[in-house]
């Protein structure tokens, strides 16, 4: 098929080709005395990128599925009560993951669509007077749903509560991207992966331990191996790693904190509000709804689109990929189906973004979904020119 595939799925990203090239390097001895120049400052930088001063950053060459497990193998025991909520495929994920290892997990069932109440936090919390509860899992932004938590009311309620949990975040599809401030919020770990607001291939888990956390470490009886981040701290303090590093990866993370912080923090947040916000114009031009309910937790990484009723949102996906090289995002689970997903995080801007709205719309129009040809990228369009930054007169 002719032209490069156009990758909209929230993950992995299109990787920029200065990243690519950054990782098209020889392979170096990662004992060498020189290798702390590389490692010691990603994980400065990366401190800057969670927006903390206080806690300590991490870098193993897995997943952001491995992530969850070191949040909690590295801070709880055995049979600790941990506090959920399912609303999506990846918080309900990270609850098997959780009831797997021998954790007692106490989770809410919330509909899929739906986010999480900070009221609803706290009641739970102050039930919970001998306070067992050791930890409160947080999905930042579910992926599956397009459905983004407020992390600043969630932490408000914890402390409203006067309960010492600690909070951890998901914020694989979140950090790098949306607004995550993990010293304001008082998030004790959070976890993100390489391969979506950092523009990487899939391969690293990042996380960044709290003060509290790294105590926590002290005490949990979990057993652990290589995803003890004890031979991290050890490692890392020279600027080694305990074990064979992801070279190439370091070397593209090393070039896309260098692209995230010459933009500025402020403005990738911006830029992903601006470009999220012409999607949802274009998916109301369409008239369909997001599977988000609440325009108060729309993400701005991921907007998950329900089809109308008698349609199959399988059957777009498979007309965007073989008519247009178009990858949509597929429906998970309880979702299966019932909605496609456009992923608008990472290294892209108004003109990347409009070819995942034409696509879509084609495909909808070609599988009988009754959508005014046109009326989504006009919207999408007409809000971005509308909200552009004015440019000085030429010459």
């Known amino acids: 098929m002719p032209g490069r595939n156009h990758l909209f799925v929230p993950g992995p990203t299109t990787v920029p080709d200065s990243v690519l090239s950054a990782m098209h390097a020889q392979m170096v001895d990662h004992r060498s005395p020189v290798f702390p120049q590389l490692v010691t400052p990603l ?72 986010g999480i109440d900070p009221n609803r936090v706290e009641e739970l919390l102050k039930a919970d007077a001998g306070h067992e509860i050791k930890a409160v899992l947080i ?24 309960h ?28 993100a992966g390489s391969q979506k607001g950092f523009m990487l291939p899939a391969g690293l888990a990042m996380l960044c331990f709290s003060q509290k956390a790294l105590k926590a470490r002290e005490t949990a009886k979990c057993p652990r191996c290589f995803l003890d981040i004890a031979d991290h701290i050890n490692a890392n303090k020279d600027g080694y790693t305990p074990y064979t590093p992801a070279i190439s990866l370091l070397y593209g993370l090393r070039k896309a904190l260098d692209l995230l912080l010459e933009e500025g923090m402020e403005n990738v947040y ?38 109308p009723q008698g349609f199959d949102a399988r059957d777009v996906m498979h007309y965007a990929f073989h008519r247009y090289n178009l990858s949509l995002g597929a429906g998970l689970s309880e979702l299966a189906g019932k909605v496609f997903r456009i992923g608008h995080l990472g290294d892209l801007n108004e003109l990347s973004l409009s070819s995942a709205i034409v696509g879509a719309e084609m495909a909808m129009l070609d599988v009988g979904i009754p959508v005014t040809p046109g009326s989504g990228i006009a919207a999408a369009s007409s809000y971005w020119r509308e909200t552009a930054k004015p440019l000085a007169p030429r010459g």
Not at 139 to 162: P, Q, S, Y
Not at 276 to 305: F, H, M
Request: hydrophobic share 45%; net charge neutral.
């Open 43 to 114: 994980l400065q930088d990366l401190k800057k990128v969670f927006r903390t001063e206080q806690g300590q950053c991490f870098i193993l060459p897995a997943t952001g599925t491995a992530g969850w497990e070191i949040s909690l193998a590295n801070t709880l025991s055995p049979g600790d009560k941990v506090l959920a909520f399912r609303f999506g495929q990846f918080s309900h994920l990270w609850i098997d993951m959780a009831k797997r290892l021998g954790f007692n997990v106490q989770y809410d069932e919330i509909p899929w669509g739906q």
């Open 139 to 162: 999905c930042h932004n579910e992926t599956a749903t397009g459905v983004t938590n407020d992390l600043a009311a969630i932490r408000k309620a914890i402390d409203a509560a006067g």
């Open 164 to 191: 010492p949990a600690l909070f951890f975040t998901d914020g694989v599809s979140s950090v790098a991207s949306l607004e995550f401030r993990m010293d304001d919020w008082g998030v004790d770990v959070a976890l």
């Open 270 to 307: 911006a830029r992903h509000a601006r470009l999220a916000e012409g999607t949802r114009r274009a998916v109301k031009a369409w008239g369909l709804e997001l599977c988000c309910r609440d325009p108060q937790k729309y993400s701005n990484t991921v907007s998950a689109i329900v089809v």
